[in-house]
């Protein structure tokens, strides 16, 4: 190889190698400041638990909180038991919404410190008959309930009263009225209300019990025939909201949000009663 050759080549060499530690300088700065955004988000950020009869009510005031207080809340929606036993555990949530204090109480019982608890709003349950059912348009809830009672349906929804609020209501409800000795194989238990109200949407049930907020929902516009279960039939759905990291600042924000007027406007849009 002739000198100016090899010469040559050694320059490539070094420019590749210059090449390559900008690259890998370019790379750590990257990586710096990725981490540096993911830490400030993640100072901004709240980790909520929340009941599923709560899902869309609450994500319209997650994006009430964000426009307004310039902070996130990244939520987790399934039933309250479920949370309850996992925060027991050590998931990380920041803040717990529950369709009731049992499964606060029962976090605070097993050792989980609580800085802050408040009942925020009342739920109501519903009786939903789907347009697809086989129990034809029932005028009142009388005559909704005595086809349940003869067992001319398919089957039933209800959330799973081991661990969903509204489940528990759902029975309590049914026993009242005189239902709770249907057959078990009529009885479908969602994991939580949510699942029970997709139940009833996809046509696989002729009747469902579930949260009253959900039949404002667009899927439930005009397909069906529903009916208020009076609230004496049992014992009040209260929501309540812990917040289990007083020390964390977007926590407190949000707890005091959900509290606010603001956020207490969506609540009664979406059919909640707040207390005096």
């Known amino acids: 190889m002739l000198p100016a050759q090899a010469q040559a080549l050694q320059n490539r060499g070094s420019i590749s190698a210059r090449i390559q530690d900008i690259m890998r300088c370019m790379q750590r700065l990257l990586y710096l400041f990725l981490l540096l955004c993911f830490q400030e988000a993640h100072s901004e950020t709240v980790i909520v638990a929340v009941a599923s009869n709560l899902t869309h009510t609450v994500t319209q005031v997650s994006l009430a909180f964000n426009r307004d207080k310039e902070a996130q809340a990244a939520l987790t929606f399934g039933s309250s038991g479920n949370f309850a036993r996992q925060i027991v555990q050590g998931a990380p949530y920041e803040v717990f919404i529950s369709a009731g204090k049992k499964y606060i109480d029962f976090i605070g019982n097993n050792g989980r410190e609580i800085s802050r608890i408040k009942g925020f709003a009342y739920g109501r349950l519903s009786l939903y008959i789907p347009e697809t059912s086989k129990i034809k348009s029932p005028t009142t809830l009388g005559k909704a309930l005595r086809s349940l009672q003869y067992g001319n349906f398919r089957k039933m ?43 009833c949407v996809s046509g696989s049930v002729d009747a469902c019990i579930i949260p009253d907020s959900f039949l404002r929902l667009r899927q439930f516009s005009r397909k069906g025939t529903s009916f208020l279960i009076p609230q004496t039939w049992h014992q009040p759905i209260t929501q309540y909201i812990a917040l289990l990291d007083e020390d964390d600042e977007a926590s407190s924000l949000f707890f005091n949000y959900l509290l606010s007027d603001a956020a207490g406007h969506i609540l009664k849009k979406h059919g909640y009663i707040l207390p005096d």
Do not use: V
Not at 169 to 193: P, V
């Open 157 to 199: 929804a209800i959330a799973n009263p081991e661990h969903a609020p509204y489940g528990s209501a759902a029975e309590e409800a049914l026993k009242s009225a005189g239902l709770w000795a249907i057959k078990r194989d009529k009885l479908l238990l969602g994991e939580n209300a949510a699942q029970a109200m997709q139940f």
